[in-house]
């Protein structure tokens, strides 16, 4: 069996982001199948994109070819140019996809960007091309959230996203919350929660963190949509508490200003990206693993990468949105949701004097892990689906 991987954002090994592409190739590829990999990379690290210099191909160390279009993206660009680089990055990948064609393969594309599921659904439109695919994100009611589409522009982008996803042989959601907001979009379409996950190999505890300093830490992405000033002003009401820090570890639109913010916080420490197989030693020294996202319904729908991350490290979890994440950590007490800053405030100082609720919270947060969300099973899972409709395909042709 023969797989396209189209995903633009896809981390390559020794980059920095998410790590379930990279996974799910991997396993796939131990099991004997040939496995594809079409990206952008963006989130090449810049020594490989040196010595790649013009190659367009290469090869990692299980066997796996990564195909690639060099299509500049940060989210300090303009709107106007993320979409540039969006949409020739699809024009390069339906040429790819014309040049494999031969190579009868399972297209299992990545939204976003949009235009990877519109670009999906157009070539099956006009070669024929079956395909599935991951929504990593509600859309496009996140860009509703966010005020960016309002009015008649709203109807039209809805109809267009309903029109790609029912192209689609199945879709596969990285969350409950994504689940139920796509549901009245998809229709027909089989549909159904594959979690972003995580590897519990990679991501454990390494060794006990130190009692003090107390550490809350956020792994991830300085966007506007990540609502980073929420947790600066959780770290203001914590300020009389000079045993308890917060670590802000990533990159984004929101880092440079950032940078200049957190020097008036002497409990906040602001750290570059860090990849992520050293990502579980940081981790190690932290307590409570943290997790935003601006008000709004479709926001806290989110399946971010650090969510699982800092479950399977043995991390008390702390999010400012309702919505299932919030669900599980009621359900099996290892951390909590509120959205007031010095309610947040007062759930950090519960684990800081109460070291015992803590260590169990902690616990249970890793069996979770290992129970719910192991990337190994649900790649298990995501794979039989392919195969199931892949095979669907073949016996078409066959009877045809």
């Known amino acids: 069996m023969k797989i396209l991987y189209w995903r633009y954002f896809f981390t390559p090994p020794g980059g920095w982001g998410e790590i379930r592409g990279l996974s799910l190739v991997r396993e796939w590829r131990k099991q004997g199948l040939q496995v594809w990999v079409l990206t952008s990379g963006s989130y090449f690290p810049e020594a490989l994109r040196k010595r790649l210099r013009q190659r367009k191909v290469f090869r990692t160390t299980e066997g796996v070819p990564i195909i690639w279009f060099p299509t500049p993206y940060h989210q300090r660009q303009r709107l106007w140019q993320r979409l540039w680089s969006f949409v020739r990055f699809t024009i390069f990948s339906l040429y790819i996809l014309y040049r494999l064609r031969k190579h009868n393969l399972y297209v299992l594309g990545v939204t976003p960007p949009p235009t990877t599921l519109w670009g999906a659904a157009l070539w099956r439109k006009l070669i024929g091309q079956p395909f599935a695919l991951e ?82 830490v956020y792994a991830g992405t300085f966007g506007h949509v990540n609502y980073i000033d929420f947790l600066l002003e959780v770290a203001q009401w914590l300020l009389p508490w000079r045993g308890i820090e917060l670590w802000l570890l990533g990159d984004g639109s929101e880092r440079r200003r950032l940078e200049k913010v957190v020097k008036t916080y002497p409990n906040v420490y602001l750290f570059p990206p860090v990849e992520p197989h050293e990502l579980p030693y940081w981790l190690s020294q932290c307590h409570i693993g943290v997790s935003t996202a601006l008000p709004g319904q479709n926001l806290s729908t989110n399946a971010a990468s650090k969510f699982y991350h800092y479950l399977s490290s043995g991390l008390v979890v702390g999010i400012n949105y309702g919505g299932w994440q919030a669900e599980v950590l009621e359900q099996y007490q290892c951390g909590f949701s509120v959205g007031e800053a010095s309610l947040f405030a007062q759930k950090v100082l ?51």
């Open 135 to 216: 929504v990593t994100d509600a859309w496009p009611h996140v860009l509703e959230d966010l005020g960016l589409v309002k009015g008649f522009s709203q109807r039209i982008l809805r109809r267009a996203f309903a029109w790609g996803y029912q192209k689609a042989d199945f879709i596969a959601a990285y969350s409950p919350g994504i689940h139920s907001a796509l549901a009245p979009l998809v229709k027909k379409t089989p549909l159904f929660v594959s979690h972003n996950g995580t590897n519990p190999v990679i991501f454990r505890r390494v060794g006990p963190p130190p009692y003090l300093p107390f550490r809350l």
């Open 350 to 400: 519960e684990y800081y004097y109460h070291r015992r609720a803590w260590w169990e919270g902690q616990a249970r947060a890793r069996l979770v892990a290992e129970r719910f969300f192991d990337i190994r099973s649900i790649g298990q899972e995501l794979l039989g689906k392919i195969r199931t409709f892949a095979g669907n395909v073949r016996a078409g042709v066959a009877q045809a």
